[in-house]
Nanobody, 111 residues
Framework: QVQLVESGGGLVQPGGSLRLSCAAS????????MAWYRQAAGKQRELVARITTSNSTYYTNSVKGRFTISRDNAKNTVYLQMNSLNPEDTAVYYCETSNYWGQGTQVTVSS
């Protein structure tokens, strides 16, 4: 079983930045494909970004060029650097691997 704990969410003004972190339990983090999802109020959960064990990345179109996913295997942590945030990025952000989910962290972009 894998436990995932997200942190780093909060309130930010449009154009601002946040960095989300997701710490994973266990000794096999380096073998996990990791992903960030988000769910805005009244909408379905969507894949935002994904990183493989070889550090190949995928981004949904709406965040390309603004968000960066990365991982630190020594710290069992995956990050999501979010720049140029806009109100449409407001959502609960979740970390996921192998169908294990964290509790989510709220990101609110508002002036």
């Amino acid at each position: 079983q894998v436990q995932l704990v997200e942190s780093g969410g909060g309130l930010v003004q449009p154009g601002g930045s946040l960095r989300l972190s997701c710490a994973a339990s266990g000794s096999f983090f380096s073998t996990y494909r990791m992903a960030w999802y988000r769910q805005a109020a009244g909408k379905q959960r969507e894949l935002v970004a994904r990183i493989t064990t070889s550090n190949s990345t995928y981004y949904t179109n709406s965040v390309k060029g603004r968000f960066t996913i990365s991982r630190d295997n020594a710290k069992n942590t995956v990050y999501l650097q979010m720049n140029s945030l806009n109100p449409e990025d407001t959502a609960v952000y979740y970390c996921e691997t192998s169908n294990y989910w964290g509790q989510g962290t709220q990101v609110t972009v508002s002036s």
